[in-house]
């Protein structure tokens, strides 16, 4: 499928400016868009064609997407718990934009539509996650993101395009956002601890999740857009293998940094979920999904990008829709 016109949202954010880099190394004429609300102008690789605009712009949507062969959808709020709280902003930029756009998509005839949802759609369903569980919907995050897959799905038995649904977890590496208070746990705690403060922690800490190194996923990419094993398929991707608590995350990173942190616990968050992680079964039989690098190597990795760019303070930029009195405390009091 050499010479594709691939169009990623989200392109200025973490996993979409990564899917950008590999198409561009694979030779496909690369085109993406992105508002900026969340991601940033230099996380884009040169050589795509970079469109500024908000996705809920239809006008636009259909204008940008003419003759593109495959739509990576990788845009959106990613606001878990912090949703509960932001609500309509969530669901706007979730999946409004996902109509706005995959109505377009079907204007322009696009061919394979791939969609990001997320390991929240699982709820608190039992761990390890397959993709055949019903979803536990505990979010407006969550919400929006089943929203988004069944809106996918409906159309898809009307109109001719291939989807894929997949579901990555917890993933990280270079290029994420790491002054965000609201999200990706992993760099917040890094920036954090290279800061010489005590990672904040909700809860006890004894929380659990699967970590995914953003390395492992790059070579799931092809398989994605083109591969014909994954079409019209609900995947997760990432990893299964080593499933950790905050607690040793902490104890991890202290390792690699040649600190002592202690972590900083405060009350359990609303709705989040204790043991989270997904099966990566169904990725490695019609992906071929393999874990490449240990997750103590990825963290070094990820140590070095935020040394090198500079930890920094977090930005509160979000305008909070519903303030309340269980709202955590360190984002009422912007303490971290
Ligand atoms: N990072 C993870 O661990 C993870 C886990 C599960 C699911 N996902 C999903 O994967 C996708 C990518 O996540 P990410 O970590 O790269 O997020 P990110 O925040 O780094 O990137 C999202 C990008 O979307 C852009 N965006 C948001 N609303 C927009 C709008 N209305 N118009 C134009 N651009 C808009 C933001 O500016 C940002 O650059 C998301 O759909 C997310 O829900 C991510």
Not at 26 to 32: A, D, N, S, T
Not at 174 to 196: E, F, T
Not at 213 to 229: A, E, S
Not at 239 to 248: A, C, G, K
Request: hydrophobic share 35%; with cysteine; net charge positive.
């Amino acid at each position: 499928m050499k010479g594709s016109r691939i169009f990623i949202t989200g392109v200025a954010g973490f996993l979409g400016s990564h899917v950008a880099k590999w198409a561009l190394s694979e030779g496909h004429e690369v085109l993406g868009a992105d508002n900026l609300s969340l991601g940033h102008k230099n996380n884009i690789p040169g050589g795509v064609q970079f469109y500024e605009y908000d996705l809920i712009d239809l006008e636009k949507n259909k204008k940008y997407l003419k003759s593109i062969d495959v739509v990576f959808h990788a845009a959106s709020y990613p606001y878990d718990n912090f949703s509960l709280f932001i609500p309509f902003r969530t669901v706007q930029n979730t999946f409004s934009i996902t109509a706005s756009l995959l109505s377009a998509s079907l204007f322009n005839h696009v061919k394979r539509f791939i969609y990001c949802s997320s390991m929240s759609r699982y709820g608190d369903n039992v761990a390890p996650f397959t993709e055949d569980m019903t979803p536990k919907t505990l979010t407006p995050y969550s919400v929006a993101k089943v929203a988004g897959e069944n809106l996918v799905k409906s159309l898809s038995q009307v109109h001719n395009f291939e989807y894929v649904i997949c579901i990555p977890h917890n993933i990280f590496g270079p290029q994420q956002i790491y002054n965000d208070p609201y999200r990706n746990a992993v760099s917040l705690i890094i920036n954090q601890m290279l800061k010489n403060k005590s990672p904040l922690i909700y809860g006890d800490g004894e929380q659990k999740r699967a970590f995914s190194p953003i390395q492992d996923l790059i070579p799931l990419f092809p398989k994605l857009l083109f591969g014909k094993l994954a079409k019209n398929q609900t995947i997760n991707i990432g990893p299964d293998e080593e499933v950790i608590s905050l607690n040793t995350l902490v104890q991890l990173l202290n390792k690699i940094l040649g600190k002592n942190l202690k972590p900083n616990f405060k009350t359990f968050r609303k709705q989040e979920v204790k043991l989270a992680f997904c099966s990566s079964d169904k990725s490695r039989r019609l992906l071929n999904y393999k874990k490449s690098i240990s997750l103590e190597t990825a963290l070094r990795n990820l140590v070095s990008y935020i040394n090198e760019k500079g930890p920094s303070y977090f930005s509160y930029h979000q305008t909070v829709e519903l303030e309340r009195d269980y709202f955590p405390e360190n984002w009422k009091q912007k303490s971290f």
